[in-house]
């Protein structure tokens, strides 16, 4: 089964969004977020992230074909096993590209939504994200936003960590030029490292407009 968060995350704060919308999904894996987004609604959706074999699997997924991923069956051994994700996407509005969230291929201004879901916890330089997420939205463009409310100090150093309460990231937002139009404090996130072995993260989110 698919990992429920992304549904769960879009029903609380995606936006309605039109045909002619553009959405870019920063930090996009494998695709999870993207294929939520595009069966909610008709808008294209671009994601990139440096991970070239996950970016592989969400673009074998958006063909609807079946592939081999691997999964861990336990502790030291993994298996190939086969993938398919549901059928009823539109390849020809999901497009995926390996690129850096710090320095996104797309010009300013360029998109009415882009998504930061579980990323800005995963890069070195959180700030430099969030300001480039804001510079690729269009006047009161919106950002889908969600965070776990600790920080990976092996991937981002503890001094540029941006906050660690919903006060904090008030003033990080308000500091960027972002209003919050809907917000959500307790979805969960899980993280299967093994059959026996689930991460349960406690994920902080909302739906932002660019003032």
């Not at 096993?81 to 010009?107: C, E, I, K, T, Y």
Request: aromatic share 8%.
């Amino acid at each position: 089964g698919e990992e429920p968060f992304y549904g769960e995350l879009c029903e609380a704060l995606l936006p309605d969004l039109g045909p002619a919308a553009a959405v870019a999904d920063l930090g996009c894996g494998a695709g999870n977020l993207a294929f939520e987004i595009a069966r909610r609604a008709p808008a294209t959706v671009a994601g990139i992230d440096l991970d070239a074999h996950l970016l592989r699997w969400a673009e074998r997924a958006a063909e609807g074909v079946e592939f081999e991923a691997p999964v861990r069956i336990d502790a030291g051994r993994f298996a190939a096993s086969p993938m398919r994700v549901r059928p009823g996407l539109l390849a020809s509005r999901l497009a995926f590209a390996a690129a850096n969230v710090l320095d996104p291929p797309f010009g300013p201004g360029s998109f009415d939504l882009v998504t930061l879901v579980n990323v800005l916890d995963a890069v070195p330089f959180p700030a430099v994200a969030l300001r480039q997420a804001v510079a690729l939205l269009r006047p009161d463009g919106l950002v889908l936003f969600a965070s776990p409310d600790s920080w990976n100090g092996g991937t981002t150093p503890a001094k540029r960590w941006l906050a660690t309460t919903g006060a904090g990231w008030d003033r990080v937002f308000a500091r960027e030029g972002l209003e919050t139009l809907r917000r959500i404090d307790d979805l969960e996130w899980r993280l299967r490292d093994t059959p026996r072995l689930h991460h349960l993260y406690r994920v902080h989110g909302r739906l932002l407009r660019k003032r």
